[in-house]
């Protein structure tokens, strides 16, 4: 399993762990997490592009 595809599989998981309606420490920590997710994603795909 390529690493773009383990990245999008853990975003998913944590875009659902939202939706459960959870506490203001645990939200903080998810949208850090889907954050860091976001900028490997990016760097990810801008090393593919060159």
Not at 13 to 26: F, H, I, K, V, Y
Not at 31 to 42: D, F, H, V, Y
């Amino acid at each position: 399993m390529s690493a773009v595809v383990k990245l999008l599989a853990q975003k998913e998981q944590l875009l659902a762990r939202l939706e459960t309606d959870p506490g203001p420490n645990e939200r903080a920590e998810i949208q850090a997490l889907l954050s860091r997710i976001e900028t490997a994603l990016k760097l990810l795909g801008s090393a593919a592009d060159e």
